[in-house]
């Protein structure tokens, strides 16, 4: 089990960029595969951006070519950097883990608000 806790959400204006990062305590983060999901007001929680242990990347359609998920095992850390920023984009964001033989996410974290203006 990891605990998570996410920083870096605000408030910016369209076309900007911000960087969301998730903390992670626990041993296991190196062994987890990791991903992005937010949730917008009236709307189902999407899974945004997702990375497996190894590093392996995926993204919504919504989002390729404009987000890059990563990862700092070292630093028991994960990050969402954002560019091109839209008011669609506006949700809370929350990160979470799962071990890699589990298909689902088991560990969340409490959420980061991020508001694009347009």
């Known amino acids: 089990q990891v605990q998570l806790v996410e920083s870096g959400g605000g408030w910016v204006q369209a076309g900007s960029s911000l960087r969301v990062s998730c903390a992670a305590s626990g041993r296991s983060f190196s062994s987890y595969a990791m991903g992005w999901f937010r949730q917008a007001p009236g709307k189902q929680r999407e899974l945004v951006a997702a990375i497996s242990s190894g590093g392996t990347t995926s993204y919504a359609d919504s989002v390729k070519g404009r987000f890059t998920i990563s990862r700092d095992n070292a630093k028991n850390t994960m990050y969402l950097q954002m560019n091109s920023l839209k008011p669609e984009d506006t949700a809370i964001y929350y990160c979470?883990?799962?071990?890699?033989?589990?298909?689902?996410?088991?560990?969340w974290g409490q959420g980061t608000q991020v508001t694009v203006s347009s």
């Open positions: 979470a883990g799962r071990r890699s033989d589990s298909q689902s996410y088991s560990d």
